[in-house]
Structures are given as structure tokens and as C-alpha cells.
């Protein structure tokens, strides 16, 4: 057998796994969630899910994975997993459907480069960004070309292997990404009107706090950081013996993560309140907002088609964690080849991604229990499967292959006793109950 790939340097791991966290889910998702769950006090309660219990689960996914060499359903099968290993088939399940329609997601976000290079994004005024927008996603084919441009684009990345494309485009563009969020910033909260944003944003209203808000916080802590699927697991897997202390990682890993979501909404609510937009207007936020600024800049258009190629490429590199792991369910499992395994895949997620971008437009009547496809599709992927996926991992991981993993990452990664402590206290307990909570909580509104 071909020796495991492994990361070229320890910041190539860090940026390349953080390259899975930030995506639209920092940049599109959080920011509207904020909007719609009371902006602070949402950001603090998001904060504090992120850095318990999500930053435990995603220790656990990276140490799992590191200690068996192997992505996720052979990580559990290696550790005799037994029914445990049910974790590892409902990630792969999961991986599948969210890509189904972060990918339409991600198609908007390339019709958005060509938008900025032909001038069409309506940045006049908050209607006609707005009207731009939607005309977009409610048709019937653009949207579907894109997100089919978009799989394509995952595909053409995760045939060659993930390592030296993922790891190499990390390390350049992230450091962009954040260059250009912090330019943005500065043009945002100078805006006249910014300060209301800020205040909105920054200041927590408690009132709007309800169970559905530690429900969105809570799943969106586990979407952002990619855990509860098994990606984690797979990029663990890459990494060799002496690649340096995993908790330090894991935290420098859930920082950043979380650092350019907090970003992504200082830039988004400082322009939503300045140009009149509606922080409540859910998935379009990011999108409307975000011409309005650029209109308002020097070289806006340049910094327009800048902005959305890298959160494109911030998708991208998300988007190709979720596709490698069902692909190297299929390469360990099955035998096929990698490429078979990844057009085959590919195809198949781009078609049954297809009902999800028609539900915002030709197919807007069609709902189920209340949903839009897309919709459902959000809800029982990071509402449902994110979190219990996680639930079973921080339990396994916390009582059962404990001291493993210990063996494997403590020991040689210079030990981290109390660390290890609070960490096995919130796989073990904190996480399983707060999720259940949460989760029985959410369902029962
Ligand atoms: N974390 C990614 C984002 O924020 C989405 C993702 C979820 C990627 C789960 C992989 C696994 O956009």
C-alpha cells in the first residue's frame, strides 16, 4: 500500500484546516443568523459554543483521526468502533446532502465575480442590490449552471488529492481573504450610519434570546468549525507523528474560525445599518449588502470581483472537505479509484442539488413540514445530523477511546494534563447534554 500522504508543515495544516472552517458559513451564514437572532447576543452566545463545546468536538475529530491514519468511517472501523461506527455513515450522509446545497451557495457567490466584472450587482441602492439578487436565484437555470460550475470546480481539486492544492492554496489565500476583510472593514464602520450597526452587532439584547437561539448558535458553532461529519477526521489523518501539539492547534484552528466570522459581521452590520438594509433578511444579507458597499468605494468593482473570487475560493476549499470525505469513504471502502469516486460523486450531489436552488425560485410552493427544499435540506443537515453526529463522537471519543488517544497525541505532543482534563469532562458530559438539550429544545418549539 502507498504510504499515507501527509502536510507538508504544521501551518500548512493549521491554514489548510482552517481553510475547511472558514467558508460561507463565516461569511454568508453567521452574519444573517446574527441578524435574525438579535445580533449580540447571538455573537456571545455563538462565541461561547464555539470555544466548549465545538472546539471539544473538533479536538476529538482531528486527534481520532490522526491516531488511525485514516478518514472517517476506516478511523472507526481501525479503533473497532462496533456501533459507534453508525457516526462515521451518518457523516458521510450528512457530507453529501450539505454539499448539495453549500454548493448552490457557493454557485452564487462565482455569478457574483462575473456580476462585479460586468458591473451588475446593483449596488445603487439597497432595492436594486436587493432586486439583483433576486433575480438571480429565482431563476431557473443561471443558478443551477453555476452551482453545476461550482461541483465542478470541487471535483477538478479533489481528483488530484487534497494535499499539495489544498495545502498550497491555503497558505496563499487565506492571508488574502484576511487582508481584504480587514480593507472592507475599515471602508464599512467609516460609513455614515455604521455606528448603529456596530451597536446592534456588538451590544447584546437578551429579550431576543430563545431557545432557537442556542439552537442556531450551537448547530452553526459545529457547520463553522466542520465538524460532526467526519472532515475533521480526514485532515487529522494527514498529519504525521511530530507535527507538534494538536490542542494548540485545534485552538489556533477554532481562533481563526471564529476570528473571521466576527469580522465577516462587523463588516456586514456596519453597511446593513448604513445603507438601510434589513439585518433580519435572512440568506440574502451578505449578497445585497456587500454592492452597496463597493458601490460606495474607490475601485469598488475591482474590490467587488477581489471579494467574491475569494469567497469563492473560501467555499471552494470548504466545499472539497465535505466532497473528499464521502470520496475517501468510497476510495477505502470500496476500492474505486479516486477519480471515479469524485466524478461519480460529484455528479451525482450536483443533480440532487438541483431541487434545493429551484426551491428559490420555480419551485417556491413546493415545502415540506413548512420548508423550502433548500431549506430542509440547511435544516436536517446542520440542525440535525451536525449535532448528532457530534453527540456520538464527543461520547466515543470521551469514554470509550480516551486513553488512545492520549497515547497518541499527549504523550508525544508534550503533555497537556489539564487540558486533557476539562476536555475529557466536556466529550464526556457537557457536550452530550448541552446538545441533547438543545437539540429536543429546538425540536419541540
Ligand atoms: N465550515 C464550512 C463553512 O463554514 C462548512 C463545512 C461544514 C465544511 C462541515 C466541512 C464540513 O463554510
Redesign the pocket.
Known sequence: MQAREHWHSRIGFILAAAG???????IW?FPYLAGEHGGGAFLLIYLMCAFTIGISALFAELAIGKATSRSPIGAFKALKAGPWTLAAYLGVCA?FL?LSF?SVVGGWTLAYVVKSVTGALGGESAESASDAFGALVSSTVEPVLYHGLFMALVVIVVVPGVRSGIEFASKWLMPILFILLLTLILRAVTLPGAAEGLEFYLRPDFSKVTATTFVAALSQAF????VG?G?MITYGSYLGAGSGSLPKATTWIAGIDCGVAVLGGLLIFSAVFAFGHDPAAGPSLTFVTLPTVFHEMPGGALFATAFFALLAVA?LT?AV??LEVAVSYMVDQHGVSRRTAAIVLGIAIFIVGIPSSLSLGPWSDLTLFGLGVMDLADYVTVKLMLPIGSILLCLYAGWVVRPHLLDTTSKRDGAYPLTFRIWTVMCRFVAPIAITYILIAGLIR
Open positions: 475547511s472552517a472558514v467558508g460561507l458559513g463565516n451564514r457530507a450539505t453549500y457547520f463553522s468549525l466542520s461529519l472532515a467555499a470548504s472537505s465535505l
